[in-house]
């Protein structure tokens, strides 16, 4: 059974930093491209982050780009995202998503989330 | 990027009726090389992550219900819920695959009427 669990999140102060984790089982993590997709408080889904099953290819979007950083170490079936000089609208629920399979295709099985508050 | 535009923002249906969510990209998310639809379809319930149901605009994911259908190609796709059931209220989202960032529509909100 594939399983996706989150951690690390908090309350952090705006310009703060953390550092969320994602354990895989159920799976070979290497042979898939995972994400992270966050919802904000009562709002829709925004992608975040994608590293390919090797982690040769990542992409983020343009909100977090120069402040996040995703990495993957398959030998400990875990996903990361670093997160430095956060802002209070990155306060959201941090999802770590499986892709089907490469970057170019959709999640199909999701965590509970990490909750992150950035507020002073 | 490609903008997801869906409608209606929500919809109230009564039981057993017919459930139409639309969705429409800025551009074609059809690949010409394979003929596949680069599209998804997600449910999420209150305090649950979201589901797929759909991908390549209409392969149902395993345990998908059948009155769930997925249809249309390039730029304009519909989701269909043929007889509404009380667990399938929800918020459902598309998303485009095609190129990054991936996108997700605005989320559609469907409701017991």
């Known amino acids: 059974e594939v399983q996706l669990v989150e951690s690390g999140g908090g309350l952090v102060q705006p310009g703060g930093s953390l550092r969320l984790s994602c354990a895989a089982s159920?799976?070979?993590?290497?042979?898939?491209?995972m994400s992270w997709v966050r919802q904000a408080p009562g709002k829709g889904l925004e992608w975040v982050s994608t590293?390919?099953?090797?982690?040769?290819?990542?992409y983020y979007a343009d909100s977090v780009k120069g402040r996040f950083t995703i990495s993957r170490d398959n030998s400990k079936n875990s996903l990361y995202l670093q997160m430095n000089s956060l802002r209070a609208e990155d306060t959201a629920l941090y999802y770590c998503a499986k892709q089907v399979a490469t970057t170019y295709s959709p999640a199909d099985y999701w965590g509970q989330g990490a909750l992150v508050t950035v507020s002073s | 990027d490609i903008v997801m535009t869906q409608s209606p923002d929500s919809l109230a249906v009564s039981l057993g009726e017919r459930a139409t969510i639309n969705c429409k990209s800025s551009?074609?998310?059809?690949?010409?090389?394979?003929?596949?639809?680069?599209l998804g379809w997600y449910q999420q319930k209150p305090g649950q992550p979201p589901k797929l149901l759909f991908y390549?605009?209409?392969t149902r994911e395993s345990g998908v219900p059948a009155r769930f259908s997925g249809s249309g190609s390039g730029t304009d796709f519909t989701l269909t819920i043929s007889s509404l059931q009380a667990e399938d209220v929800a918020v459902y989202y598309c998303q485009q695959y095609y190129s990054t960032p991936p996108t997700f529509g605005q989320g559609t909100k469907v409701e017991i009427k």
């Open positions: 551009q074609s998310v059809l690949y010409s090389s394979n003929n596949k639809n680069y």
């Open positions: 390549w605009a209409s």
């Open positions: 590293i390919s099953g090797s982690g040769g290819g990542i």
């Open positions: 159920g799976f070979t993590l290497s042979s898939y491209a």
